[in-house]
Nanobody
Framework: QVQLVESGGGLVQAGGSLRLSCAASGRTFSSYVMGWFRQAPGKEREFVAT????????SYGDSVKGRFTISRDNAKNTVHLQMNSLKPEDTAVYYC???????????WGQGTQVTVSS
C-alpha cells in the first residue's frame, strides 16, 4: 500500500502563487509515475502534471503549461507542484496520484483545496 498526503492548498489572489506538496509513504516503486489532477465543482477530473522515474521527465496539461512546474524530492519521497500566475479557473480540489510506471495511477491522496480569487 502507498499513502499519499497533499498539503499547501489555500486561498490566493489571481496572479499569485502556491506550492503544493505530496508526501508518499509505504510501498515504493523502482519505476513510477506521480501526477497531479484537479476537479472543480460540476466538472470532470482534469490532468494537471506528471513526472516519471527514472528519468524525471514531466508532462503538463495544456491549461497549465508555462505556469505550473512539477518536481521531485527523492530524499523526502515528495513531489511538488509550483503554481504561478494563478487564475480563478485554477480553482479546484487538487489530487496527487501515483503508481507503477506503465500501469497508471493506482493510489490517490485525499486532495487539497485551491481557491483563486479574482
Amino acid at each position: 500500500q502507498v499513502q499519499l498526503v497533499e498539503s499547501g492548498g489555500g486561498l490566493v489572489q489571481a496572479g499569485g502563487s502556491l506550492r503544493l506538496s505530496c508526501a508518499a509513504s509505504g510501498r515504493t516503486f523502482s519505476s513510477y509515475v506521480m501526477g497531479w489532477f484537479r476537479q472543480a465543482p460540476g466538472k470532470e477530473r482534469e490532468f494537471v502534471a506528471t513526472i516519471r522515474w527514472p528519468g524525471g521527465s514531466a508532462s503538463y496539461g495544456d491549461s497549465v503549461k508555462g505556469r505550473f512546474t512539477i518536481s521531485r524530492d527523492n530524499a523526502k519521497n515528495t513531489v511538488h507542484l509550483q503554481m504561478n500566475s494563478l487564475k480563478p479557473e485554477d480553482t479546484a480540489v487538487y489530487y496527487c496520484a501515483t503508481g507503477n510506471l506503465g500501469q497508471g495511477y493506482e493510489y490517490w491522496g485525499q486532495g487539497t483545496q485551491v481557491t483563486v480569487s479574482s
